[in-house]
Structure formats: structure tokens, C-alpha cells
T-cell receptor, first 113, second 114 residues
């Protein structure tokens, strides 16, 4: 069964550094999402992406965040200058055209020290 | 405003009993609701969804009920099994063109006692 994959599974970075989290969505999906989940808390929407542009974004997704689909396969989330409070699990999800069901990846745990 | 929340943070049930997980939402413009299951160390997994023009939808062992009058959503799990132990989130989708903005509730942790 097709699945969403994410790399790395765990990223440790120092405050102020840039990080790029990578996702490979299901191949024929058209809609892509990033979420984050601080430990023990609810899943928070960051951004949705369709047709090579952002569709929706939350208040969390400020100018420190950006997304890109560089090669038609990968979908990346970049945080330009990480802060301690960016430490969380980051989930990527993708959605096909015929259904509203989003398929989530296993997540990347980001630890900012 | 946009908020989706849950009445109870934890629910403990005996194996074989039915479970009911509740959720309140506040955005009356939302027309699509989803229940997700999240097991420890994994991403959310779609369970069942419902459109706002319906008040009930059934899946395999799960039923979602939607009461738009009081903005209430519930997930019923029949014959709860140990494998159902997880955190359950309700969510609502906002937006119609391109990708959605999906707002998750706070989550309810379901414990199934053998």
C-alpha cells in the first residue's frame, strides 16, 4: 500500500540554524500538508499546498517557514532560523483528488537546543 | 472563531464494551468533519468522515454522529478492542478550493482494559 515517507526521523539542531524537513507524498496525490505536534498536545495545521502554491496557512506559519515541491516528488518544509519553541513532531500529509482523506507520514521529531 | 475541542481528555473502557468519544466545534461554516486515530509514535490515521449534510455515517465498527444544531460530533466504537487504544482527534476542514485548513481538536486518549 502506498505511504507517505518523511526524513529524517529525528533532527537535532541548534537555535538559529536552518532546517529542512523532507516528505515524499503518495505519488498521484495533488494536495500536500504540513502539521506540527508539540509533545502531548494536539496536531496543529501549518500549511496546505496545491498546484505549486500555498492554499491555506495558519498563524504559526510565519515568514520563518517556507514550503517547496522542488522536483515533483519531494515536499519540503524549511524553517529559516529555528527557535526553542519549534521543537515538535512535524507531520506531512497528502491527499488525492477523489477523496478528502489525508494520509499522514510517520513524522520528523525536531529538537532545537 | 475556529476551534474544535473535546469534552474529555481520557476514556477508559472494558474490552468488548462500546466507546463514545465526543467533540464540540464552533465554526458553523465547516462542512466536513473527520475522526483520526493516533497511536503512540505514529502519525494520525483517518478513521471516518462525515459531511455536514449528513447526521450519521457508519463504517466498520465505527459510527460518526453529527448534530449541527448544537455543533457536536461523536465517534462510537463498537466492541472496543485493545488495538483501539490510542488518542482520537476530531477535526474539521475549512476551505473549498485547493488544499484545506484542517483544525484538530485537543484529543481523547482511549484506554481499553482487557
Amino acid at each position: 500500500e502506498p505511504e507517505v515517507t518523511q526524513t529524517p526521523s529525528h533532527q537535532v539542531t541548534q537555535m538559529g540554524q536552518e532546517v529542512i524537513l523532507r516528505c515524499v507524498p503518495i505519488s498521484n496525490h495533488l494536495y500536500f500538508y504540513w502539521y506540527r505536534q508539540i509533545l502531548g498536545q494536539k496536531v496543529e495545521f501549518l500549511v496546505s499546498f496545491y498546484n505549486n502554491e500555498i492554499s491555506e496557512k495558519s498563524e504559526i506559519f510565519d515568514d520563518q517557514f517556507s514550503v517547496e515541491r522542488p522536483d515533483g516528488s519531494n515536499f519540503t518544509l524549511k524553517i529559516r532560523s529555528t527557535k526553542l519553541e519549534d521543537s515538535a513532531m512535524y507531520f506531512c500529509a497528502s491527499q488525492g483528488q477523489s477523496s478528502y482523506e489525508q494520509y499522514f507520514g510517520p513524522g520528523t521529531r525536531l529538537t532545537v537546543t | 472563531g475556529e476551534s474544535v475541542g473535546l469534552h474529555l481528555p481520557t476514556l477508559s473502557v472494558q474490552e468488548g464494551d462500546n466507546s463514545i468519544i465526543n467533540c464540540a466545534y464552533s465554526n458553523s461554516a465547516s462542512d466536513y468533519f473527520i475522526w483520526y486515530k493516533q497511536e503512540s509514535g505514529k502519525g494520525p490515521q483517518f478513521i471516518i468522515d462525515i459531511r455536514s449534510n449528513m447526521d450519521k455515517r457508519q463504517g466498520q465498527r465505527v459510527t460518526v454522529l453529527l448534530n449541527k444544531t448544537v455543533k457536536h460530533l461523536s465517534l462510537q466504537i463498537a466492541a472496543t478492542q485493545p488495538g483501539d487504544s490510542a488518542v482520537y482527534f476530531c477535526a474539521e476542514n475549512i476551505g473549498r478550493t485547493g488544499g484545506f485548513k484542517t483544525i484538530f481538536g485537543a484529543g481523547t486518549r482511549l484506554f481499553v482494559k482487557a
